[in-house]
């Protein structure tokens, strides 16, 4: 049995003649001024995933040489190569809705171009885990370098941070007790770097379930962004990439089923984004893997919620890198996870933890016994109106709202809520229960982070800071409330969702596990008979024809069916 193909005789393009096709290869590769010794070592691909309009990928152009240095440092050769960068604030409709053409984008870059390892660079929220289901379709040795969280900012003497302030000061400013021109001035203060939000955010969250799902080295997921450590991290990561090369340590001998329990865990542990479960059970899907929500509710009951960081508590990401990072975190669950998984620094999730450093005096993350939430930092619903499934980030709701019942206030489109939130004449009362629709996956389409409903205009005036609020759609980890989300099936494929009305009333009881809508099944068959779905402009062409033909619900991760490595539909060509 002959070796498989290693360095430039990777991937060779089609011409009928192998060898020709390397001596093609060599000759425009030498344009780029690499010498024959240069081509003969270990190719260590990274994705450059730097953009002008991604501020939380600000700093990856120094992330990349230092990642350079690392890997000629081990005796490899690094090149770069270009792929597509999304930034949750300049993403139309979506970056949810791109997250998939990034994972696309990276899969087949990384397959089409000769490389015996490769860098993937994440940060802003989709980011991450497009790498991550790119590198567990392909199956070629990688490793994860995280950009690194923001450091906080200052007004008027108050420590802030994107994005959790970002919308405590909108909502502020939403109730007449901000100014326009504070909020201007504000806006300056939220952000004062690169890096991604410094909260307890989809990324930050991403960052720390990647490190304990094995596929980043340790100590890597909280550094901020300018930290000299972030460099020294990132040259420790290329040298581990020639490493990984020529061990052929695969993300399928990383990502196993254990390595996302261990995931899942971390994930209430850490009271993470909604957004992260997702993630998870997408890129598992890319390996087979069948993420049981069951399974995760039961971890929440077991697990909780240790980390003190805003949504939540009250810290910040710079905050818990100086606590220890995600070793605190893991040493205080260590019981409850599989330390014997690998991880891409070649030891053992238990013998990284042994290795890190002797813990300090802090108090970002807490003992077991003192949580800053009991259950969990998620909760699984279940119920009539959410056949398949809910969420709700129960660690940043109120406690009061979590067993609620209510007459629903129905929002039928992003639209619809655009246009009459803020209306003076809209019949709403604090202890009615907000619901939109139609913005999950197909919907919107995108399922975007639209779930933080905003309080009617009226009643945030009036001194209401929370209701409960439902639908299909996701919320940015960032944000706060009782706010039930990932309702499936959503109402654009016919789910009960599309079937309520104005005045229904609604049970949310979190402790039970069930949101319930409180209407005679006769009536709803009635409903069911006259409901069609909702027309989607543009959807005949382009990539999102193929989103909308492709796209899973949220349980599935919303991921694209052909694209997992065991298909849900049989009806897909």
């Known amino acids: 049995m002959t070796d498989a193909p290693s360095g430039m005789r990777k991937g060779l393009a089609n011409y009928g003649d192998a060898e020709f096709s390397l001596f093609l290869r060599k000759a425009f590769i030498k344009a780029m001024g690499y010498s024959d010794s240069a081509l003969d070592r270990p190719i260590v691909g990274i994705t450059n995933t730097f953009s002008g309009y991604n501020a939380c990928h600000r700093n990856v152009p120094d992330l990349i040489e230092a990642i350079k240095r690392g890997v000629m440092l081990a005796g490899g050769l690094p090149i770069e190569f270009p792929i597509v960068s999304i930034h ?4 139309h409709p979506t970056s949810m809705f791109l997250r998939n053409l990034m994972a696309m984008d990276a899969e087949e870059m990384i397959r089409a171009q000769p490389m015996d390892s490769v860098v993937l660079i994440g940060g802003c929220d989709k980011t991450v885990p497009a790498l991550l289901m790119a590198a567990a379709s392909v199956d070629l040795p990688a490793i994860m370098e995280v950009t690194g969280p923001m450091i906080t900012g200052s007004y008027r003497g108050e420590r802030l941070g994107a994005c959790t302030d970002c919308r405590r000061f909108w909502a502020m400013h939403r109730a007449g007790t901000v100014s326009g021109a504070e909020t201007e001035e504000i806006s300056g203060k939220l952000a004062p770097g690169p890096g991604t939000c410094m909260v307890m955010g989809t990324a930050s969250t991403m960052a720390l379930v990647t490190e304990a799902l094995g596929m980043m080295l340790p100590g890597g997921a909280a550094i901020p962004a300018v930290n000299a450590d972030r460099l020294r991290h990132a040259e420790a990561t290329g040298a581990r990439a020639v490493a990984l090369a020529a061990e052929k340590l695969k993300p399928s001998d990383i990502m196993t089923e254990a390595a996302f329990g261990n995931a899942l865990r971390v994930l209430q542990a850490i009271g993470g984004s909604t957004n992260g479960l997702v993630h998870l059970t997408a890129i598992a899907g890319r390996l087979g893997i069948d993420i049981d929500l069951g399974a995760f509710d039961r971890m929440g009951k077991e697990t909780p919620v240790l980390v003190d960081l805003k949504p939540s508590g009250q810290h910040y990401m710079e905050d818990l ?7 605190p975190v893991i040493r205080e669950i260590e019981a409850m996870l599989d330390t014997g998984c690998r991880t891409v620094s070649g030891r053992t999730l238990g013998e990284n933890i042994a290795d890190a450093p002797v813990p300090w005096p802090q108090d970002v993350v807490r003992p077991l016994a003192e949580p800053i939430h009991q259950g969990g930092g998620i909760r699984v619903l279940g119920g009539n109106l959410a056949p398949n499934g809910a969420i709700i980030k129960q660690a940043a709701a109120t406690a009061s709202l979590l067993k609620h019942a209510g007459r629903a206030v129905v929002f039928d489109s992003l639209r619809d809520l655009a246009e009459r939130i803020d209306s003076p ?41 929370d209701m409960v609020r439902i639908s ?26 599309a079937l309520v009305e104005d005045g229904d009333q609604i049970s949310l009881d979190v402790a039970a596990g069930r949101i319930e809508l409180l209407v005679r099944e006769a009536t709803l068959a009635e409903r069911r008979a006259n409901w069609r779905p909702p027309e989607i402009p543009g959807s005949g062409r382009g990539y999102l024809r193929l989103y909308l033909d492709q796209v899973l619900q949220a349980e599935d991760g919303c991921d694209f069916d052909f694209l997992r490595k065991t298909p849900r539909r049989t009806d897909t060509a």
């Open 321 to 327: 890198e100086k606590a220890g990072g995600l070793t």
């Open 425 to 465: 004449d809209l019949d709403v009362a604090p202890d009615d229960i907000l619901v939109l629709r139609n913005a999950g996956p197909k919907g919107a389409p995108g399922m975007p982070e639209a779930g933080y409903i905003p309080i009617p205009k009226k009643l945030a005036a009036a001194g209401v800071k």
């Open 472 to 497: 299909d759609a996701r919320m940015s980890g960032t944000a706060f409330g009782t706010i039930v989300l990932h309702i499936s099936p959503e109402a654009a494929v016919g789910g009960p969702l």
């Open 88 to 91: 949750e604030s300049f993403s």
